[in-house]
């Protein structure tokens, strides 16, 4: 009937009956197919890389805004020497 619920014990009895839905045999290897490390390994090290070079963007970014943020409350201040002059070493 619409708009009642059902059972658990109904919706498991027709899960059962739809085929299996929920199996994951789909998913498993044969055994006698061998692993591919080599592309797993390759895959893991893209992983890795892609996490570093993503937390260093992260770091140079919170840096530089905290840099602009000094900077910003330094010349709201007044101030006149606020940002920093680098001079070439001879």
Do not use: K
């Not at 739809?18 to 045999?25: I, P, Q, R, T, W």
Request: charged residues 30%.
């Amino acid at each position: 009937m619409p708009g009642q619920r059902r059972s658990l014990s109904n919706q498991i009895e027709q899960g059962e009956q739809a085929g299996e839905a929920n199996d994951l045999s789909r998913y498993e290897r044969d055994r006698e197919e061998p692993d591919d490390f080599r592309h797993r390994m390759l895959a893991n090290i893209a992983a890795f890389a892609f996490t570093v070079a993503l937390t260093a963007i992260g770091i140079w970014l919170a840096m530089s805004i905290a840099d602009l943020r000094r900077t910003q409350d330094c010349v709201l201040m007044g101030r006149r020497d606020c940002v920093r002059i680098s001079t070439p070493h001879i």
